[in-house]
Every structure is written in structure tokens, then in C-alpha cells.
């Protein structure tokens, strides 16, 4: 086999790899529904709010 063949071969198993690991976040994805979605973005809301109060308050001292 020439050096180009393996080459391509990696290429291609390099692509089908890729396309598993985007398929399974996908499927993570859609797994939630919107009252599920809602709510995280809620807490993580809330999560960055609480961190930058604190940041704000250890600047102001």
C-alpha cells in the first residue's frame, strides 16, 4: 500500500468517527424536552448571575 492510500483510509475513518460523536450529541440534544430545557437555562442563568455578583462584590473591596 502506498503512503497515500493510508492517508485516505484515515481520512475516511477520521470522517465516520466525527459523524458518530455529532450524532450522538444530537441525540442528547433532543432528549430533553422544553419544560426540561427551560429549567436549565434557568438555573444556569441564575448560576452566572450569583457569579457575577460575587465578581462585582470582590472588585468593589
Keep these: ?6 492517508l485516505g483510509l484515515a481520512g475516511v475513518a477520521g470522517v465516520a468517527a466525527t ?3 455529532v450524532a450522538r450529541a444530537e441525540r ?7 419544560d426540561e430545557i427551560r ?6 442563568l441564575e448560576e452566572a ?13
Design 1 to 6: 500500500m502506498r503512503w497515500w492510500k493510508i
Design 49 to 61: 448571575g450569583e457569579e457575577a455578583a460575587e465578581k462585582e462584590a470582590r472588585e468593589s473591596s
Design 39 to 44: 429549567t436549565r437555562l434557568r438555573a444556569r
Design 28 to 34: 442528547r440534544r433532543r432528549a430533553y424536552t422544553p
Design 19 to 21: 459523524g458518530v460523536v
